[in-house]
């Protein structure tokens, strides 16, 4: 019997944003949050609005603020 490797876990956007970044404090850096309060999102696993916002337009929109707070910011079409 062959073996399959398990599929891989899909990261959440907050996470995926970290890693874009580079670490939590280098995010922070771009966002004008600490370190402190992007670590403290990704263990909540929410970001507040301003967050959100923040990481979108640090990031280039390759995370959005509708991926980060789905219930708050409508998918654009």
């Not at 399959?4 to 580079?22: D, E, F, H, N, W």
């Not at 995370?63 to 409508?74: G, I, K, Y």
Request: glycine share 6%; net charge positive.
């Amino acid at each position: 019997m062959k073996r399959t490797a398990p599929p891989k876990k899909q990261l959440s956007p907050l996470v995926r944003a970290i890693k874009l970044a580079g670490s939590e404090a280098k995010l922070g850096k771009l966002t004008g949050f600490s370190q402190v309060a992007i670590h403290r999102a990704k263990h909540r696993g929410r970001a507040s609005a301003e967050m959100a916002v923040a990481i979108e337009r640090a990031l280039e929109g390759a995370v959005s603020r509708a991926e980060l707070r789905p219930d708050l910011f409508e998918v654009a079409a």
